[in-house]
Structures are given as structure tokens and as C-alpha cells.
């Protein structure tokens, strides 16, 4: 839901011109989305964050904040988030220092985190990047507390903040212990902007770095969360170019093969691609399916209906199923596409969405009202339904039939 509170944030301060929306809507955008903004609300004396937003206005597209609101102490500790943008901009420039002060700096830790998890990580990634495991950090953002309380955690977060509560533990008195695989992740540049891409902050993660290689030693769960953080910053290329076409997991090929279909750059060599996986044991069905798509969406009803014959699995599947009504509709035969629908309107939407218009078609209102009253049953919140089943409702009477 925050990408939409961003873009409501934005609107908000573009049309009253609201400080705090203003701000909430910069930081939100630098960790998430980028979200445009008009200029900076006009100041007045009495305004604690007076002195930020002119350096704000001077903040470079790949940066958290302009290189110099990191020297001005004052200004960094007036909000929370400014100091926490300021820690991710110290870490993206190098500056462990600046990060661990701003960590232990009151902004930070005398008010409510604006996210707690991935503060916890940058608090448990300086520690151990500086020998250090912070008296305060431990006290308010206690790691296990992290790994105890955050649902669906992902392992890599799991294994990194455990790792780190156990270094805290020792008050920083004994040397944090690796595994070698661990070893390699935490000493790796790929680190930091996984571990905050796993956190839910995309924006954030491709700022602290935007370039990162792809390696073979890479989780899987780490390098699928930079590459859908590189999608939603930089575009479905970019992903193509950071998965490699060898040495990647299979589900990271699917997925690679997804982003090289969504780019005309990138589209052919992605149906290339895909025709190497249809034989996987494992994503076969899924490659076949992605090649329908795309034939669907080129309009070759022929070609789409080949492959789909071609894969059994996926031919019996719902999804596939569909596939042949939409072939059928691109064929201009609409009864063959009824046919066809018939059998999937309780499992599928889209079948019964059709079934009504061809009801509305030969004005067999019961049948409207039945596929209808379906489709407000999956979809409670869309009125355009609510609106034609109450229509429908008295078409359907008795009364609408009876002559005057």
C-alpha cells in the first residue's frame, strides 16, 4: 500500500503545499518510488525543517540527500527522516563514520523508527562493518526482537540479523563468526542493497547501488529481490541484462524471461530464450505459458494454439484453457469462444465477464444477473458491477417483460 500513500502524500503537498506531506512524500520516494514533486513548500520562521529544504531542492536523482546536508549535523538531526535518508547516503558514499553517528544520534533512536526493519539492518550491517555492536542500537532495536516479530521474514534477513544479534550478545568483545558462504555475501558490495531490497525498500536498494553484478553464489532469494527492485527502478531491460542466460536458478530465468518480454528491446531474444526452457523439468509448463502469452498478444491465435497442444500440463490447466477461448476470440468466432468459456465461469472471471456480455447480447437478463451476482462475489468493490447487476435485476423482472 505505500507506493499509493506516496503518490496520495504527493498530491496532497503539490495542491496545499503541507510541509510534512511534502517530506513524507521525498522520503518515501527515495526508498520506494520516485514520485514527482513541486517545488518545495514555502518556509515560514517559526518551521523546524526550515533550514532542510533548500538543500533538498539540490538533491541529485541517484542520491538520498545533496552531499551537503551530510555536513550541516543540525539540519540531519531535525527528523527522523533525514537521518535516516542521511545514514543511507553515508553508507552509499562509503562513510561507515558518518553512518554510525547519525545510527546513535537522537533522531534515531529517542523517536519511532519510519522502518524499523531495515534500521535494524543498518544498525546490525555498521556494527559489524566497524567492529562495534551499538549499546543503544541493542537496547531499542534489538535483533531478535526483529527476527521474532517480523512476519514471513526472508532467510537471508533471518540468517543476517541472527548472526548479528549473537555478535551484540558479546557487547562487540569477540570477532563476528561467518560461515564461508556468509562470509562472502557480507564482504560482497552485493550486500547492503539486497539486504534492503529484502526489507521492502526497491528505490533504496538500486540507489545504494545501481550497477551490482549478478553472481552464481548469489541466494536465489537475494538476487530475485535486487532484480524486482531493478524492475521497478530501472525497467524490465535491466533485469534482462542482470540475469544472466547461464548459472541463474530456473525461477530467475522464468523471471528473466518475463522482464525481456515486457521490453521491444529485449522481446525477441527473450521468445529465443524461452524456447531453451520448455523442456525444464521444472518451468517448462511456465516458459510454454509465457510463449501463448506472448503469441496472444502478437495476435497469432495459430501459433498459440500450436504450443498449447504441444504442452499437455498446460493445455488441461485453467490457464490454458482460457488461453484456447482467447484463441478462439482472435479467430473471430465468438460461439466457439462461449463453448469454450462455458465450463471455466465458476473458476474464472474472466469467462464469466464474457459469458455475461454474450448474455447482454441476447438479452437473457437471468443469465446476466447470474454471471453478474459471480462477479460481485469475487470483485465486492467494483460499483460498474453492483451498478449493471442492479440494471439487470430489472430487466429481469417480471414486470419488465409484461406488456403494457
Given at each position: 500500500q505505500k507506493p499509493l500513500a506516496i503518490t496520495v502524500w504527493a498530491d496532497g503537498a503539490n495542491r496545499t503545499q503541507d510541509a510534512s506531506l511534502w517530506l513524507k512524500a521525498y522520503t518515501w520516494g527515495r526508498l520506494i518510488k520516485n514520485t514527482p514533486l513541486a517545488p518545495l513548500p514555502t518556509s515560514t520562521q517559526d518551521d523546524p525543517l526550515k533550514n532542510i529544504w533548500p538543500l533538498l531542492a539540490h538533491t541529485p536523482?541517484?542520491?538520498f540527500l545533496p552531499l551537503s546536508a551530510l555536513k550541516d549535523s543540525p539540519v540531519l538531526t531535525e527528523s527522523p527522516q533525514i537521518a535516516f535518508l542521511g545514514v543511507l547516503e553515508a553508507l552509499r558514499l562509503n562513510d561507515l563514520s558518518t553512518a554510525a553517528v547519525l545510527l546513535q544520534s537522537p533522531a534515531l533512536t529517542a523517536r519511532p523508527s519510519i522502518a524499523p526493519l531495515s534500521q535494524a539492518i543498518l544498525n546490525a550491517y555498521v556494527g559489524l562493518k566497524i567492529g562495534q555492536a551499538f549499546p543503544l542500537a541493542r537496547q531499542?532495536?534489538?535483533f531478535k526482537d526483529t527476527i521474532d516479530h517480523t512476519p514471513n521474514l526472508p532467510s537471508t534477513?533471518?540468517?543476517?540479523?541472527t548472526l548479528s544479534n549473537d555478535y551484540a550478545n558479546t557487547?562487540?568483545?569477540?570477532?563476528?563468526?561467518?560461515?564461508p558462504e556468509a562470509a562472502q555475501f557480507f564482504t560482497s558490495e552485493a550486500c547492503l542493497p539486497i539486504l534492503i531490497?529484502?526489507?521492502g525498500l526497491p528505490?533504496?536498494?538500486i540507489r545504494l547501488n545501481p550497477h551490482l553484478a549478478f553472481s552464481p553464489t548469489m541466494h536465489s532469494e537475494a538476487a530475485y529481490a535486487?532484480?524486482?527492485?531493478l524492475k521497478a527502478e530501472a525497467g524490465p531491460a535491466a533485469v534482462w541484462a542482470f540475469i544472466p542466460e547461464t548459472g541463474a536458478t530456473p525461477s530467475l530465468e522464468i523471471f528473466r524471461a518475463q522482464c525481456g518480454l515486457a521490453d521491444t528491446s529485449t522481446r525477441k531474444a527473450a521468445l529465443a530464450f524461452l524456447s531453451t526452457l520448455t523442456t525444464h523439468p521444472l518451468v517448462g509448463t511456465q516458459a510454454s505459458y509465457l510463449q501463448v502469452t506472448a503469441a496472444l498478444e502478437d495476435k497469432d491465435p495459430i501459433a498459440a494454439e500450436a504450443i498449447l497442444l504441444a504442452t499437455p500440463t498446460l493445455s488441461a490447466s485453467l490457464e490454458g484453457q482460457l488461453a484456447f477461448a482467447e484463441c478462439a476470440l482472435l479467430q473471430n468466432n465468438p460461439d466457439l469462444a462461449e463453448s469454450r468459456y462455458l465450463?471455466?465461469?465458476n473458476a474464472s472471471p474472466q469467462a464469466a465477464e464474457f459469458l455475461c456480455l454474450r448474455a447482454a447480447e441476447k438479452a437473457d437478463w437471468l443469465q446476466v444477473v447470474h454471471y453478474l451476482q459471480m462477479l460481485v462475489n469475487v470483485y465486492p468493490d467494483r460499483s460498474d458491477y453492483r451498478t449493471a447487476l442492479g440494471e439487470a435485476l430489472k430487466k429481469a423482472s417480471p414486470a419488465s417483460t409484461t406488456p403494457a
Open positions: 536523482a541517484d542520491a531499542l532495536y534489538p534477513l533471518k540468517g543476517f540479523l557487547k562487540g568483545e569477540a570477532s563476528p563468526s561467518f560461515a531490497a529484502l526489507a528505490a533504496a536498494a535486487y532484480a524486482q527492485a465450463p471455466l465461469a
